[in-house]
């Protein structure tokens, strides 16, 4: 079974940093382009990053870019999202989720992700 893992959510005051995880078992992370997604409440689901099978290059929305990095460790199977400067309104359940057929991505684009995690909530408050 397919599944993915998102660990390294909390709770951090503005200006604060986190780093959220994507694991994976029975498949090969490197295989799939990876993207991060986030809900807050009341709100859609909404893209934040994402790195591409392809050649790993990488994309951002504009409400993150220059603070949060999107990085992929093969060794460890694992995608993983540097989180800077965060901000109250980056408050949401993020997730991690795979497309095999995306080659390259687009990091606001939602549509052909298959495999999901179970997301894990990240707070920014004082």
């Known amino acids: 079974q397919v599944q993915l893992v998102e660990s390294g959510g909390g709770l951090v005051q503005p200006g604060g940093s986190l780093r959220l995880s994507c694991a994976a078992s029975?498949?090969?992370?490197?295989?799939?382009?990876i993207g991060w997604f986030r809900q807050a409440p009341g709100k859609e689901r909404e893209g934040v990053s994402c790195?591409?099978?392809?050649?790993?290059?990488?994309d951002y929305v504009a409400s993150v870019k220059g603070r949060f990095t999107i990085s992929r460790d093969n060794a460890k199977n694992t995608v993983y999202l540097q989180m800077n400067s965060l901000k109250p309104e980056d408050t949401a359940v993020y997730y991690c989720?795979?497309?095999?057929?995306?080659?390259?991505?687009?990091?606001?684009?939602?549509?052909?992700?298959?495999?999901w995690g179970q997301g894990t909530q990240v707070t920014v408050s004082s």
């Open positions: 029975e498949f090969t992370l490197d295989y799939y382009t």
């Open positions: 790195i591409s099978r392809s050649d790993g290059s990488v």
């Open positions: 989720a795979a497309s095999p057929a995306l080659y390259y991505c687009s990091a606001d684009v939602i549509d052909e992700y298959v495999y």
